[in-house]
């Protein structure tokens, strides 16, 4: 069955540094997401990508966060300059359509020390 | 704005007994209901959806939840808890044509022998 798929699973990078996370979506899916969950609490929504662009983003995307699909698999979030705060687990996730359901992948574990 | 309440934040049952988390949403226009299920370590995955038509869904693993419009409300239930099925349990909202999937704040499920 196919997969949403992440690397890395764990990430440490120190406070101000630039992370990229990646993601390889469904291969017949059209739209993209990245959601994070902080240790404990609800996964919150972060951004919605389609057609190469982004669709939606919450308050939590600010100028620090930016997303890209460089190629037809790949799509990627980078965190420009981390905070302690950006320490969670980020969840991509795709879909055929909206809004049918969501295909989460495994996560990537970001520390920030 | 669009909400996702889950009542108790932690449910414990014996095995056997029936399991049932509770969920409750606020939304201007009927929307689309997902429970998902993450066990530790791992990504979200899909339980159940509604959509439209038949307001009882079934989803994997004997779970089925009831869309109730009247009380805005979509409860999970399983008949008979397993050892297996102790996780976090999250309950999701899509608006109609909307990008952005809103979390309740989850709802741990354990299981007693």
């Known amino acids: 069955e196919p997969e949403v798929t992440q690397t890395p699973s764990h990430q440490v990078t120190q406070m101000g540094q630039e992370v990229i996370l990646r993601c390889v979506p469904i291969s017949n899916h059209l739209y993209f997401y990245w959601y994070r969950q902080i240790l404990g609490q609800k996964v919150e929504f972060l951004v919605s990508f389609y057609n190469n662009e982004i669709s939606e983003k919450s308050e939590i995307f600010d100028d620090q966060f930016s997303v890209e699909r460089p190629d037809g698999s790949n799509f990627t979030l980078k965190i420009r300059s981390t905070k302690l705060e950006d320490s969670a687990m980020y969840f991509c996730a795709s879909s055929t359509a909206v809004p049918y359901e969501q295909y989460f992948g495994p996560g990537t574990r970001l520390t920030v020390t | 704005a669009q909400s996702v309440t889950q009542l108790g934040s932690h449910v414990s049952v014996s095995e056997g007994a029936l399991v049932l988390l509770r969920c409750n949403y606020s939304?201007?226009?009927?929307?689309?209901l997902f429970w998902y299920v993450q066990y530790p370590n791992q990504g979200l995955q899909l339980l159940l959806k509604?959509?439209?038509?038949?307001?009882l869904v079934k989803g994997i693993n004997g779970f089925e939840a009831e869309f109730k419009k009247s009380e805005t409300s979509f409860h999970l239930t399983k008949p008979s808890a397993h050892m297996s099925d102790a996780a976090e349990y999250f309950c999701?909202?899509?608006?109609?044509?909307?990008?952005?999937?809103?979390f309740g704040a989850g709802t741990r499920l354990f299981v007693k022998a």
């Open positions: 509604y959509t439209t038509g038949a307001t």
């Open positions: 939304s201007s226009v009927p929307p689309y």
């Open positions: 999701a909202v899509i608006n109609t044509g909307g990008f952005k999937t809103i």
